[in-house]
T-cell receptor, first 111, second 113 residues
Framework: TQLLEQSPQFLSIQEGENLTVYCNSS?????LQWYRQEPGEGPVLLVT?????EVKKLKRLTFQFGDARKDSSLHITAAQPGDTGLYLC???????????FGSGTQLTVLP | DVKVTQSSRYLVKRTGEKVFLECVQD?????MFWYRQDPGLGLRLIYF???????EKGDIPEGYSVSREKKERFSLILESASTNQTSMYLC????????????FGQGTRLTVV
């Protein structure tokens, strides 16, 4: 089973600040997904990246897939309290039907 | 609106009880999954199924079994619940091709006392 490491594990910031969270592995992925999970709910997909070096933007969220397809980052600009949640990365090696999930970054944005 | 529905949000069971967690999806997805989620450990795959009556072990299958008699329904069974199975359980579904979006249910918080 491939290992996905996410950092930091916890992040607490003030509204309006910028932040970046990371997802790293020693394995190469065919695709990588980012999910957000709010308390009491299941994770919901934010984005899928498939090409090395790919950058995708979703309003104030910017996702990047590393050139070697082993790592990814999520950058949030001007964070808002509504961004609070658990951010999970998940990877598909291409050889199996299931996703492997990282342990997540718990983000708290204080008003 | 796509939907994955888990039968219970909260369950409290006694040690040694047989526990059934039910999951139904309305998207005609081939793949269905059961994960457990514990603080600091992320989502760990227990079992998954890519077809009716098919099942494959995930990373932590010990103490669990599953049943998929119909395409839309995937059940997780704890044959004899133990306190170390206290956790959040998440069901998910996806289309057959790997790497596609997983749709999750709202989760079942199981406490074994």
């Amino acid at each position: 089973t491939q290992l996905l490491e996410q950092s930091p594990q916890f992040l607490s910031i003030q509204e309006g600040e910028n932040l970046t969270v990371y997802c790293n592995s020693s394995s190469v992925f065919s695709s990588l997904q980012w999910y957000r999970q709010e308390p009491g709910e299941g994770p919901v997909l934010l984005v899928t990246v498939v090409t090395g070096g790919e950058v995708k933007k979703l309003k104030r969220l910017t996702f990047q897939f590393g050139d070697a397809r082993k790592d990814s980052s999520l950058h949030i600009t001007a964070a808002q309290p509504g961004d609070t949640g658990l951010y999970l990365c998940a990877a598909d090696s291409g050889s199996a039907r299931q996703l492997t999930f990282g342990s997540g970054t718990q983000l708290t944005v204080l008003p | 609106d796509v939907k994955v529905t888990q039968s219970s949000r909260y369950l409290v069971k006694r040690t040694g009880e047989k526990v059934f967690l039910e999951c139904v999806q309305d998207m005609d997805h081939e793949n269905m999954f059961w994960y457990r989620q514990d603080p600091g450990l992320g989502l760990r795959l227990i079992y998954f199924s890519y077809d009716v009556k098919m099942k494959e072990k995930g990373d932590i299958p010990e103490g669990y079994s599953v049943s998929r008699e119909k395409k839309e329904r995937f059940s997780l069974i704890l044959e004899s619940a133990s306190t170390n199975q206290t956790s959040m359980y998440l069901c998910a579904s996806s289309v057959l091709r790997g790497g596609t979006e997983a749709f999750f249910g709202q989760g079942t918080r199981l406490t074994v006392v």
